[in-house]
């Protein structure tokens, strides 16, 4: 019975460690650099901050040590709001900014939307839609 117990507390010691602290990707890749919601796609992680009725919209390449902005350019991206139980969608203007793009949508007193990006990255003509829970704040 002894060895029993043993075996079991060794086994159950080495699993422990097993999988130990280690990133699969870059530090950064899975937190968000501006505060915001993050989601990633094949070329890049997409960060949306909302507050009130603005929305920034970052592209950030985090395979390097440093994250930094992708170009706007390399992209084509479409914006729609949905208000909740079909109350309507709207189209979203982006205007490019310093590193990234704004938007501005008045959700009617909705306590959260869905913002809808859709994204095509021109070089891979790789496309992804993203959908993000926004629940605005003041």
Same mark, same amino acid.
């Given at each position: 019975?002894? $060895?029993?117990?043993?075996?079991?507390? =060794?086994? #159950?010691?080495?699993?422990?460690?097993?999988?130990?602290?280690h990133e699969h990707e870059s530090a950064?890749?899975?937190? !968000? =650099?501006?505060? %915001?919601? &993050?989601?990633?796609?094949?070329? #890049?992680?997409?960060?949306? &901050? +909302? @507050?009130?009725?603005?929305?920034?919209? /970052?592209?950030?390449?985090?395979?390097?040590? @440093?994250?930094?902005?992708?170009?706007?350019?390399?992209?084509?991206? #479409?914006?729609?709001?949905?208000?909740?139980? %079909?109350?309507?969608?709207?189209n979203l203007t982006l205007e490019p900014?310093? %590193?990234?793009?704004? +938007?501005?949508?008045?959700?009617? %007193?909705?306590?959260? /939307?869905?913002?809808?990006?859709?994204? &095509?990255? $021109? !070089?891979? @003509?790789?496309?992804?839609?993203l959908t993000f829970v926004i629940e605005?704040?003041?």
């Amino acid at each position: 019975m002894k $060895k029993w117990i043993i075996s079991f507390i =060794m086994l #159950a010691g080495s699993l422990t460690f097993a999988h130990g602290d280690h990133e699969h990707e870059s530090a950064a890749s899975s937190r !968000p =650099m501006k505060g %915001g919601i &993050v989601q990633r796609i094949e070329e #890049a992680h997409v960060e949306i &901050v +909302a @507050k009130g009725k603005n929305i920034k919209i /970052y592209l950030l390449d985090l395979k390097s040590e @440093k994250p930094q902005s992708l170009k706007f350019e390399d992209f084509t991206l #479409a914006a729609k709001a949905e208000l909740p139980r %079909g109350k309507g969608t709207s189209n979203l203007t982006l205007e490019p900014k310093d %590193g990234y793009l704004e +938007a501005n949508f008045d959700a009617k %007193g909705a306590h959260r /939307y869905n913002l809808i990006l859709s994204l &095509v990255h $021109k !070089p891979t @003509k790789h496309s992804d839609t993203l959908t993000f829970v926004i629940e605005p704040k003041k």
